[in-house]
């Protein structure tokens, strides 16, 4: 069997992802969804869900935070699998934003 590699270039990961189950809302044009992340980095993760998106379009995505309050996040949809989900790479993260992907980062490698 041969395995072919859909990612290009720019595509590829150069972040080591961690494999999570977070529930998420995300947000494009056509409305705001409930998701789930499944993997996750400090550059981005990929997002499991249906609907309508496309490569390079600029998503919101809301984590949960422990207070249960959310924190959003802009992110570029880089690659995706119809009705299955889209890879994310976060866009214009901000001090805060990197902390919490750091903590949370540091949380999973301790698992």
Known sequence: MVVIDRRKGSDRRKHR???VRI???WENPMGRRPARV?????A?????TAGEYDD???VKLFFPLSN??????WGK???HVFDVGFGLK???VTDVQQSLLKKLLGTLSKD
């Open 17 to 19: 992802r961690h494999a």
């Open 23 to 25: 529930d998420v809302d």
């Open 38 to 42: 499944s993997d996750v980095s400090i």
């Open 44 to 48: 981005g993760c990929f997002v499991l």
């Open 56 to 58: 390079g379009q600029i």
């Open 68 to 73: 249960g309050k959310k924190a959003l996040f």
């Open 77 to 79: 949809i880089v690659n």
């Open 90 to 92: 976060f866009v214009a």
